[in-house]
């Protein structure tokens, strides 16, 4: 058993406590919080509006756009698309057309759009051979 508190008073953080408070903060950001989930609807909404055209409502990419590759997003992972998107609203992250979309969505709506793409669901099949 370790005493935190020295000789038995609370006179401020122990060094242990003190070197722990940074690790322990940046696990709480890592674990989302679900009060801050997004709002599923909402991101159907905003994907149909705004993403759909190049990417399909399912997350397919469709042929339009100008970008001769548009990446299919289907169940992409929330928090790599919310990154990616926030990179290219940031201007961290180059694209032709990205950093435009991106930079048209708020925070939550990018929070929205990721959930959408998120949860849908596929099923993998191995080719026979």
Not at 2 to 26: D, E, Q, T
Not at 69 to 94: F, R, V
Request: charged share 15%; hydrophobic share 35%.
């Amino acid at each position: 058993q370790v005493n935190l508190s020295r000789a038995g008073h609370c006179s401020g953080p122990h060094p242990i406590m003190k070197n722990l408070i940074p690790y322990l903060s940046l696990t709480l950001c890592l674990f989302q919080n679900p009060a801050y989930a997004g709002n599923l609807e909402a991101g159907k909404k905003k994907a149909q509006a705004v993403c759909a055209m190049c990417h399909g409502l399912d997350g397919q990419a469709t042929t339009a756009g100008n970008s001769a590759i548009t990446p299919n997003i289907t169940a992409q992972q929330k928090d790599y698309m919310i990154a990616k998107l926030s990179g290219y609203k940031s201007g961290k992250i180059q694209h032709p057309q990205m950093s435009i979309i991106a930079q048209m969505l708020t925070d939550e709506e990018i929070e929205n759009v990721a959930e959408w793409y998120s949860r849908i669901k596929i099923t993998i099949l191995l080719p026979e051979g």
